[in-house]
T-cell receptor, first 116, second 113 residues
C-alpha cells in the first residue's frame, strides 16, 4: 500500500514564524502536491512537483514556497505565517503520467495548522 | 467557479437507502475520479472512470459519466453509517501536466443508523 506521511497532525504557530510542513511518500512517485482545504472552498492546489528540484505554482502559491531535494520528500514552507494561513494542509503523491497510468493521488492524513 | 462541482452540498439519509451525488465540470477531461474523506483526515481514492467509459462499478459504488453533459454521478447503494463522509470528484483536464487534478467542494453525506 502507498503510504504518505505528514510530519504533524496538529500544529500551532505564531504570526510571523517560519513554518515547515513535511511530507514523505514511500512509493517512488514522481509527482507530489500540496493543497489547503478550507470550509466552503474545497481543496486548492498550492504547489506541485513532478520531479526532484522541479516545482510549479498551483492556484494559490502566494505566501508559500516548497522544496523537493529528494524524490520521497516534499516540504511546504510558510516564510512568515499569517492568521489567514490557518487551515488544513494535505499532501498527496501520484505516479508519473505514462500511457495507461491513472492520475490517482494518494493523500496523507493532513496537518491542521493554526496561526495565532 | 471551480472545475468539478458537486451537488448537493449535503445529503442526509437513513441506513439502507441509496445515496446519489453529482459532479459537473467545464472542460474536456482525461478521466474523472471520486474520493472520500472522513472527518479531519486525508482523501482516499474510490474509483476512476475514463473519458471513453460511461459506467463503472466497484462493490456498492456505481459511477456514471456523461461527457456530452460534462457530468458524473456517484451512487452508493444500501448505505451504512460507516459511509458517513465527504465525497469529492476530481477531474484531470486534457492538456494538463503532471496529473494535476482539480477537486470540487464536495458533498457531505450523513447516514443515520
Amino acid at each position: 500500500d502507498v503510504k504518505v506521511t505528514q510530519s504533524s497532525r496538529y500544529l500551532v504557530k505564531r504570526t510571523g514564524e517560519k513554518v515547515f510542513l513535511e511530507c514523505v511518500q514511500d512509493m517512488d512517485h514522481e509527482n507530489m502536491f500540496w493543497y489547503r482545504q478550507d470550509p466552503g472552498l474545497g481543496l486548492r492546489l498550492i504547489y506541485f512537483s513532478y520531479d526532484v528540484k522541479m516545482k510549479e505554482k498551483g492556484d494559490i502559491p502566494e505566501g508559500y514556497s516548497v522544496s523537493r531535494e529528494k524524490k520521497e520528500r516534499f516540504s511546504l514552507i510558510l516564510e512568515s505565517a499569517s492568521t489567514n494561513q490557518t487551515s488544513m494542509y494535505l499532501c498527496a503523491s501520484s505516479p508519473a503520467r505514462l500511457a495507461g497510468i491513472t492520475d490517482t493521488q494518494y493523500f496523507g492524513p493532513g496537518t491542521r495548522l493554526t496561526v495565532l | 467557479s471551480q472545475q468539478g462541482e458537486e451537488d448537493p452540498q449535503a445529503l442526509s439519509i437513513q441506513e439502507g437507502e441509496n445515496a446519489t451525488m453529482n459532479c459537473s465540470y467545464k472542460t474536456s477531461i482525461n478521466n474523472l475520479q471520486w474520493y472520500r474523506q472522513n472527518s479531519g483526515r486525508g482523501l482516499v481514492h474510490l474509483i476512476l472512470i475514463r473519458s471513453n467509459e460511461r459506467e463503472k462499478h466497484s462493490g456498492r459504488l456505481r459511477v456514471t459519466l456523461d461527457t456530452s453533459k460534462k457530468s458524473s454521478s456517484l451512487l452508493i447503494t444500501a448505505s451504512r453509517a460507516a459511509d458517513t463522509a465527504s465525497y469529492f470528484c476530481a477531474t484531470v483536464p486534457i492538456l494538463t501536466n503532471a496529473g494535476k487534478s482539480t477537486f470540487g467542494d464536495g458533498t457531505t453525506l450523513t447516514v443515520k443508523p
